[in-house]
């Protein structure tokens, strides 16, 4: 038994060490907030190509003289701002059946489409999506081909990422930390990391890609917070998100319900929850589509 035991806590240590080590050191980082120092590199000579002062790099790094090596990862500050997407939407339907027919019209002319919601004031409208694009000249190619089958009113909305107070899935530990601010204390299992500010609850969790050290999945919650950029009621969030993609009630507080806002774009999935009160933000909550 006592062997047992003992076999449990170093398990318990040895995770803990691997833990430490992810999150303090940088191992693997996302690239485009990390550089890899190469031959010939120097604090001074990153910090002139990348903009920045060699107190900064060092600081950001916890760096405390200015030895780096081959090989050695150094975090960047400064965010970098997911790029814009353009998707082609045409057409809003009541119903959902006459937007199923226009899909398959265009399937048999070869253009690939798929039913998006919108709620708005409490009114859902079914939309025609064909496609999403990184190029703008890709989607303007794309609306002109859905204006010529049919869909006259085709046009382009420019969207960026799903995020929440400018973190998006795909940001590094550093960049959230830069957006939210130090914690009082952190608390880790396994890839979830709890950031408390203000010792009474967690105001982030923030799950991690083990092997590139990206997000792929955040939780905030403006109630242990100290941000007023961060969206706090129904207004705000519309104001910042737009209306959402659809719109569901949940049970919460035993037998209350409370009610979602769910966006989805790219991938992405972001809900949002309020209070009973209909109106108070409860929680954001950022994660990858299956």
Do not use: W
Not at 103 to 123: P, S
């Amino acid at each position: 038994m006592k062997k047992i035991k003992r076999f449990v806590q170093l398990s318990l240590s040895l995770l803990l060490m691997i833990s430490l080590l992810f999150f303090a050191n940088g191992f693997g980082y996302a690239d485009d907030g990390a550089v890899t120092v190469k031959k010939g590199d120097t604090l001074y000579s990153l910090s002139k190509k990348y903009n920045l002062t060699v107190e900064e790099l060092k600081g950001f790094n916890g760096l405390k003289n200015n030895t780096i090596y081959i090989g050695q990862i150094l975090l960047l500050p400064g965010l970098k701002e997911s790029e814009p997407m353009y998707s082609v939407v045409g057409g809003s339907f009541s119903k959902k059946e006459n937007a199923n027919k226009q899909i398959a019209v265009l399937k048999k002319k070869g253009i690939d489409a798929a039913v998006i919601t919108k709620v708005i004031n409490d009114q859902t409208y079914y939309r025609i999506q064909a496609g999403v694009f990184s190029k703008k000249t890709n989607a303007e190619k794309q609306k002109e081909l859905l204006r010529k089958n049919g869909i006259k009113d085709a046009y382009i909305v420019t969207n960026k990422n799903l995020q929440i107070h400018g973190v998006y899935n795909g940001s590094t530990y550093s960049q959230l930390l830069q957006q939210f601010g130090k914690p009082v204390k952190t608390e880790d299992q396994l890839n979830i990391r709890s950031l408390y500010y203000n010792d009474e609850g967690a105001g982030v969790r923030v799950n991690f890609n083990m092997e590139n050290g990206s997000v792929f999945g955040l939780q905030a919650y403006p109630e242990f917070l100290k941000l007023g950029t961060l969206p706090k009621d129904k207004n705000q969030v519309i104001n910042v998100y737009g209306y959402p993609n659809a719109v569901k009630n949940t049970s919460c507080y035993e037998s209350a319900t409370c009610e979602q806002f769910i966006y989805q774009f790219n991938k992405n999935k972001l809900i949002i929850q309020f209070d009973r009160d209909g109106k108070t933000v409860q929680y954001f909550d950022l994660s990858r589509m299956q």
